[in-house]
């Protein structure tokens, strides 16, 4: 069985910085690609940045500048370090998995549970 875990989040004040990580485990032959989204009550799930296993890291304009992706393959982790956070960057953050498991050919989705993130002003 593949697991994915986040963790990370909590209250921090505006300009303030935190670190998400986000492992996944278990029967994993290859990962293609991990990223991190976000979602705020009322609003769609957004992109927030994409690590390949190139390391190419994508990024959504608002947190251009503000916001680092990294990634340790052998430990099969990705961190998002948040710097300069503003009140807008309050939301639920998810870590996103296209893994391919062991004894199967095809990438499936795997989600991580979200870790609340609250930037106060």
């Known amino acids: 069985q593949v697991h994915v875990v986040e963790s990370g989040g909590g209250l921090v004040q505006a300009g303030g910085s935190l670190k998400l990580s986000c492992k996944s485990s278990g029967s994993i032959f290859s990962i293609r690609y991990m990223a991190w989204y976000r979602q705020v009550p009322g609003k769609q799930r957004e992109s927030v940045a994409t690590i390949t296993s190139d390391g190419v890291t994508n990024y959504t304009d608002p947190v251009k500048g503000r916001f680092t992706g990294s990634r340790d393959n052998a430990k099969s982790t990705v961190w998002l370090q948040m710097n300069s956070l503003k009140p807008e960057d309050t939301a639920v953050y998810y870590c996103?998995?296209?893994?391919?498991?062991?004894?199967?050919?095809?990438?499936?989705?795997?989600w991580g549970q979200g870790t609340q993130v609250t930037v106060s002003s």
């Open positions: 996103y998995a296209a893994i391919r498991p062991i004894g199967l050919v095809e990438y499936y989705p795997y």
